[in-house]
């Protein structure tokens, strides 16, 4: 099993900054992507932003230029640097791995307890 602790979420006033992290402990073999999903009151859950192993990074185009994801391999952990925030993006954010747990085992999803990020005007 894989096991996924965030941190970071806090309060903050529109213009602000936030660093979140995931990191990811347990059985792991290979980590294939990680991810930052968020929630928004009374919304679906959506892709923030991903990085996949080889590096290569996308983006929600809601926070193209604001919002920077990065990962330790070291570490197994991934963090989600969140600049100029906005009250829209208030919401639980939600780590997501894509892993699998040994050379013959297919990857599984792993998601975090969630963080909350909450941006005042």
């Known amino acids: 099993q894989v096991q996924l602790v965030e941190s970071g979420g806090d309060l903050v006033q529109a213009g602000g900054s936030l660093r979140l992290s995931c990191a990811a402990s347990g059985s792991i073999f290979s980590i294939n992507s990680m991810a930052w999903y968020r929630q928004a009151p009374g919304k679906q859950r959506e892709l923030v932003a991903r990085?996949?192993?080889?590096?290569?990074?996308n983006y929600a185009d809601s926070v193209k230029g604001r919002f920077t994801i990065s990962r330790d391999n070291a570490k197994n952990t991934v963090y989600l640097q969140m600049n100029s925030l906005k009250p829209e993006d208030t919401g639980v954010y939600y780590c997501?791995?894509?892993?699998?747990?040994?050379?013959?085992?297919?990857?599984?999803?792993?998601w975090g307890q969630g963080t909350r990020v909450t941006v005042s005007s």
């Open positions: 990085i996949i192993s080889g590096g290569t990074t």
């Open positions: 997501n791995v894509v892993a699998s747990t040994g050379w013959a085992s297919g990857a599984s999803i792993y």
